[in-house]
């Protein structure tokens, strides 16, 4: 399972989770030679809670005895008794299950296609990857293990809200704006930022903008907040402006925003009101907003476009019909989907896809951007395979305006000569 002999050629920083501490590792697979070599990986890693299985009934009979479970789980898929993808199902119907890392010796389209429904049945995948499988790759999978598929016991209660409380925060203009940095793959210097709606409460808690953005849809809200999400970057654009920085934003547009008459004119007079450049603004809109209603998504983003903001199609990848809307309408970026970008480093079979998405957006002379950049080696690869742009965790998360000057001044110094060195 894990290939030793390419460790001493990598030094992959590692920053376990306290979970996978704690709680351990399970090691299930047929092969006893394998299961010994991947012990022993994790025993230099730290980790004291290791447990074995032989097969998948082996390991699920293990999880009912165990409190607390594994953190996560090296799974085989070829098994006898129980293969990998049973197992993957009996684990979706347990309340509280490990994350799980696939390793296989089955080819990458048959790996593909189990870690899509093992994420498709509500597991966290860490990584997929074919035998034998580096300490290197180990290592970025166990690293990016977080604690929002966690046990009930582990999970806060859900934040609640209705149509009022959004209302009086619309009013009040208590939802903000936040921004994420997008970063140029060339220079390593910001390209431009994404604009971002975040809500805290009265109660001082954070509304997801999962439950606040379908509220908004739902009640006829949605072009008043994305209005207010507008009006809070021209007010803060312009305070750059004064400061000589001269930051490019993407804002997303639903699929309601798109149906409504009236809302790019009104786009159109806010931003000739405030004196932005229309081509320092580009809007998000996701794959599926373009289906909803066609001839209105045709109008508004024509229209859009012919006074010079951007559009984005957003989530690229993940619809059924990528490349017809390319041929409809007028985009000026595409933004790869976080899912081709994170399995692309360790599977062949996805990251051609990945190159072949950024290199039609090359031939259509259109900017590529990727989405939810969380390692190193999927930065490195990015930018071997010319992607122009990248945003995501690894390279800054999403930060009030009031930290955003402070991270273009301070911090993007230190991550060009970081990311230079590491990138060659």
């Given amino acids: 399972m894990i290939s030793h002999n390419t460790w001493t050629n990598n030094n992959a920083p590692l920053n376990l989770h306290d979970n996978i501490l704690q709680q351990g590792v399970m090691v299930v697979d047929d092969s006893s030679m394998h299961r010994f070599s991947a012990h022993s990986c994790l025993s230099a890693f730290g980790i004291s809670h290791l447990y074995e299985a032989a097969d ?9 005895q165990l409190q607390p479970i594994p953190a996560v789980m090296l799974l085989d898929l070829e098994m ?12 979706a119907q347990l309340s ?23 994420e498709a049945l509500g597991i966290q995948l860490l990584g997929a990857f074919r035998k034998p499988v580096s300490q ?5 999978a166990l690293n990016s293990y977080h604690v929002d598929v966690a046990c009930p016991d582990q999970i806060h209660a859900p934040v609640v809200t209705d149509v009022e409380q959004l209302k009086i925060a619309l009013d009040r203009a208590k939802i903000q704006v936040h921004y994420q940095p997008k970063i140029d793959l060339e220079s390593m210097r910001i390209a431009g930022v994404e604009a971002l709606a975040r809500w805290k409460n009265p109660q001082g808690d954070w509304i997801p903008p999962s ?6 849809e739902e009640q006829d809200l949605i072009g008043a907040l994305t209005l207010s999400v507008l009006d809070q ?21 639903s699929a309601k925003s798109l149906a409504e008459f009236n809302l790019a004119n009104e786009i159109i007079q806010r931003v000739i009101r405030k004196g932005i450049p229309a081509h320092f603004i580009t809007f998000e809109i996701t794959e599926s907003a373009l289906v909803v209603d066609l001839p209105s998504a045709l109008a508004t983003i024509s229209r859009l476009r012919l006074r010079g903001f951007g559009v984005s199609i957003d989530d690229f990848g993940t619809g059924f019909s990528s490349l017809q809307q390319l041929s409809r309408f007028p985009f000026s970026e595409l933004k790869i989907d976080r899912a081709f970008i994170r399995s692309a480093p360790a599977r062949q079979y996805i990251r051609n896809i990945l190159r072949s998405a950024i290199e039609m957006g090359q031939g259509l002379g259109i ?34 305006e009031r930290e955003l000057m402070s991270w273009v001044e301070q911090d993007l110094q230190r991550n ?9």
């Fill in 56 to 64: 998948g009934k082996m390991a699920l009979d293990q999880l009912a």
């Fill in 80 to 91: 006898p008794v129980m293969d990998g993808i049973e197992v993957l199902q009996q684990l």
């Fill in 96 to 118: 509280c299950k490990p994350a799980v890392v696939l390793v296989s010796s089955s080819d990458e389209v048959l790996i593909s296609a189990v870690a899509t429904m093992a």
């Fill in 136 to 140: 290197a790759e180990l290592v970025d």
């Fill in 211 to 216: 439950v606040f953005i379908p509220l908004a």
């Fill in 233 to 253: 970057v021209l007010q803060d654009m312009n305070s750059w402006w004064e400061k000589e920085r001269y930051i490019p934003v993407a804002i997303n547009l």
């Fill in 367 to 400: 900017t590529t951007v990727a989405e939810g950049v969380e390692t190193e080696a999927e930065l490195h690869l990015l930018k071997s395979l010319g992607c122009k742009q990248a945003q995501g965790f690894l390279l800054a998360r999403p930060m009030p």
């Fill in 416 to 424: 060009h000569t970081i990311c230079q060195t590491r990138l060659g």
